[in-house]
Every structure is written in C-alpha cells, then in structure tokens.
C-alpha cells in the first residue's frame, strides 16, 4: 500500500487536473480498500452528483462508435465528458481484452474528454463494481456528464440501470434482436432506444416492431415515453437527434424531480452495498463466529439444525440491535 | 494473487498490419492481463494519452514500418512529458540488431523479433513486473 503522503499527492496532482494522476486514481478505485476510501473523503468537496447516462445493448451493436460521435454532440455544448467502458473478465484466466477504445481514437486528442476501460473482473451485472467510484472520479474532476458502455447480454445486464439516470439501448436490425431485447427485459430499462445501423436495409422495420411493443406499455399522464430513434454511428446520422432525446430525458429528470431522487437510490444503493461488504468481512474474520460455524455445521450435516437455526445463532452473536 | 498487470497495446504508424499485435494482445488477456487494445494508425500522442487515461503498466507497440527509430522515442517522451514515465515500454516487429540495441540503451525494455513465442512475451512482463 502506498504511504498517505504518496497518496496525497496523487490527489493533488489530479486536483491540479493531471491526467496521469486522474488515471491513477481511477486503479485505485478499482482495487478498493482503505485507500479507495480516503481518496473518496479527500475528493467528497467536489462531488456534486453528475449526470450519468448508460448505454447498453449487444455485442457489436455499435454502441462505441455511436458513443464517440455522440461525445462530439455533448463538447460542442462545452460539456465535458468522462466516459467508462466496462468489458467482462474471463472468467478463465482473470484477464480481459479491452478494445472499445479502438472506436474512440478520435477523443483522445480532446483534453475535455476521459475515456477509462474497466474490466468487471468477475462481478454479476455485467458494471464493474467500482462504477461508483469511477463515476465520482470524474465528477471530482469537473466533468459535465459520464457515459458508461456495457455489453448487453442478458439479465446480467440490467444493472446498467440502477447505476445512471438516463438509460440508452442500443439495438441493430440483425434478425431477432428486438425479440432477443424483450425477453432480456431491456425493454424495461430503456429510455431511448436507438435502432443503429440505419444503413442496413431492415432498420426502419426493425424500429417500427420495437416502436410497437412499447406502445403496448402503458404509460401514465405525464411520465416519460420512451422512445425510438434510428442512426447510424458509421455515418453519423440521426446522432443528432437522440442527442436531443437525451437533452428532453434530462429535462424531463430534472423537472420531475426524478433526477433527485435517483441520485438518492444510487447512493442509497452503495451504502447498502458496502455496509454488506463490510459485515461480511467482519463475520468472516471473526473468530467466534468461525468456530461457531465450524462447530455446528456439523449438525446442519447431520439435519440436527436447520441452516437456519445456525443464522439465528450467528444473528445472535453479531447483536446490531 | 498480485496487482492486475495492464498492459496497453497499440499499432503506431502507418502499416496496416495489426495481427502480430492481436495476437499478442490475445495471448497477454490469456495469461491473465487487462490488455487494452487501440487499434490502427495511431499517433505517438494518442498512445501516450490513452496509456495514462488507463494507468497501464506496460505499453507494447507494435512496429512494421521502419518508423521505429522515431516512434519509440517519441513515444517515451510523451509519456514522460504526461507523467507516465515509468510506464515500461516494449516492443515488436521487424527491427535491425544494431537499432535494438540503440532502442534498449533508450530505454525500450525489450524488442521481440517476428516468430516470437508469445509464452517469452508473458513470462518478460511477469518476471519484469512482479519481480
Ligand atoms: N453498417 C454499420 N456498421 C456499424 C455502425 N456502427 C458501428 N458499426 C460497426 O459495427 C462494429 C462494432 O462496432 P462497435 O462500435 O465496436 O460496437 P459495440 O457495440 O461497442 O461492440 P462491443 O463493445 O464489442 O459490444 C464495427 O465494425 C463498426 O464499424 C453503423 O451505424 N452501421
Ligand atoms: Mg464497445
């Protein structure tokens, strides 16, 4: 581990807007732990709560390609960007290949924009579990609004939407997908749809059955219509307007009130969550409750005990209340 | 286990022959690293900037065109200048022994040769890595 002053300066520099520091940072918060934590509270300040949107859909759909013209829309209006792209980890070897960034070239050279690849090393829902923290990074670090790409492939996936305000599926005309999106409950979670690949011969079909499923939804008086869009990424049409859906969905938030109290179910979520992880350490390395566990699994074994009854044992133990 | 090795890895110049590099990449996601990958034609400025952006730790290019007595240094500098100059660097492709040897008094770790066995590659970043 690193010493505090070494970390320290890490945030300074990233304070100073050093992007060496920035990137730094955001390893540190992907490894967690106690250092992750006193970067959190140095950098607390200048969270302000930034605006996320996610962006989720198949394999090849086109979502980096349509995610980089898109990020041109966003810098025209001076908004900076910090963009995260999450990628699974084998799950045989711990490593990934992280090659979105192949379809980002173009942003590098752009000092407004950060692009991070994550790898979600083994965490179900498809986003790394660091996203919070590489999200407040970024906030920290003065940008506008953060993009996170995940690859959509079954419910894993819909974790997207607990983790951002606006969510964007991104669907092609390839035979089947709409069905394939339905039974994968992302028609639940999107906000926009975007049909990409308009350059391919079926897409205006293909958005017009996706357009017809969710007219099947109904929608109250009021609340936010998702909606339809087609483009293609390749030749940059139609990025135009789901620019504009997405500028409407963030009205729509704000106005609604919806924005504030997604915010709060995010953070409410990560306490939650780290509250779980913390607990768990704790049961595991407590040696009481090891040696209770030791004693009496023998008797669950045996269906002496129920699974249950050794809980309350342990329940009794930990003693919160 | 040990820290996560990432390992960027990228095809700088103009040739537009970027399997050795994919397969490189392949073999490094194998051995367990978080290669990220950049792609074709990129300049030494992109790479240096998408390398601090993911804080790797190795940077391996991919080099075809002759341009390597320019790119690598060119390259080092600008992560130096952006401060990832211990970012380690190493290299592929068809270089002439006397450059190589120039490369590596630069500062270049290592150069692998064409017909590289790609275990050589993992078991240099492992060893040079986590010692
Ligand atoms: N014809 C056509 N091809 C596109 C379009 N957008 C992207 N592509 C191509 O589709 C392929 C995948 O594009 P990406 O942007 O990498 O797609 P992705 O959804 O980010 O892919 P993953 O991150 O691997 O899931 C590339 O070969 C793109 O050039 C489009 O609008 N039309
Ligand atoms: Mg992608």
Redesign the interface.
Known sequence: MRSAAKLDKIVD?FRAG???????L??IM??GGPEAERVIEKILPDIKGIYRIGFTGPPGAGKSTLISRLASYYRKQDEKLGIIVVDP??P????????D??RM?NL??DPGI????L?N?GTLGGISNCTDEAVDIFDASGKDVVFIETVGVGQSELAVAEKTHTVVVILVPESGDGIQAMKAGLMEIGDIFVMNKSDHQDAGMAAREIEASLKMKRVEEGDWEPRVILTSGLKDEGVDRLKESLDQHRKYLEDSGLMKRKRREILYSRVRSALIDRLDRRIRSSRRITELVEARMEDVYHSRISPYTLVHEIDSMIKIE | MGKMIRVLVAKPGLDGHDRGAKVVANALKDAGMEVIYTGLHQTPELIAEAAVQEDVDVVGLSILSGAHMTLFPRIMELLKEKGGGDIMVFGGGIIPAEDVEELEKFGVARVFGPGTDTNDIVSFLKEKLHG
């Open positions: 520099d050093n992007t060496a520091a920035t990137g730094r955001l390893s992907e490894n980890s084998s045989f070897s711990g490593g990934a290949l992280l090659g960034r192949v070239q590098s050279s950060f692009v991070r690849s790898a090393r």
